[in-house]
């Protein structure tokens, strides 16, 4: 017994440690981003980064209701089945998937994006460079944007 006491807990160190080194990852990611290179477009794209950054917690709450009016179609569907709740909880399950990509999109991009690499360009290249993480950064926004609003629609005329 107090084996398997002694791995839950080595099991539940390690996570928290990961989950730790996670936010620690980010957050380095996030101040090495904003180096300043002079480059006033670099400058746009951070802005244009932090005003999507913002939608993360968005993107995160409403997945956390979807998830819970998911669960309470399933309950409702074991208690009556039909077919509208089937339905609705696929709609609800497909939202909650998109919500993910598009939070993806936003880690994956900043994963990606290196603020040193300004540094060894010429004027050119910074700017096709720049104009290149824009654009990307345009699509993540939209995704983004994208599946807040069709979520939201969801939860809203759910009720109906």
């Not at 099991?11 to 990852?25: D, G, H, V, Y």
């Not at 399933?74 to 077919?83: E, H, Q, T, V, Y």
Request: hydrophobic share 40%.
């Amino acid at each position: 017994m107090k084996q398997y006491l002694i791995l839950i807990m080595a099991a539940l160190a390690i996570t928290a440690c990961n989950s730790n080194q996670k936010r620690e990852n980010h957050t380095a990611h996030h101040d090495t981003s904003h180096a300043n290179h002079g480059h006033p477009k670099a400058k746009q794209l951070m802005n244009l980064h932090d005003s999507i950054m913002v939608k993360m917690d968005e993107i995160m709450l409403v997945k956390k209701r979807l998830t819970s009016i998911a669960n309470e179609l399933d309950s409702l569907n074991a208690a009556s089945p039909g077919p509208k709740l089937q339905k609705q909880k696929q709609k609800a399950e497909i939202l909650i998937e998109q919500l993910g990509r598009a939070d993806k999109s936003m880690m994956g991009w900043m994963h990606q994006y290196k603020a040193d690499t300004l540094e060894n360009l010429d004027a050119d290249q910074q700017d096709v460079y720049i104009a290149d993480q824009t654009a990307k950064m345009d699509l993540v926004n939209g995704q983004m944007l994208d599946a807040i609003s069709k979520s939201k629609e969801f939860i809203e005329n759910r009720n109906l």
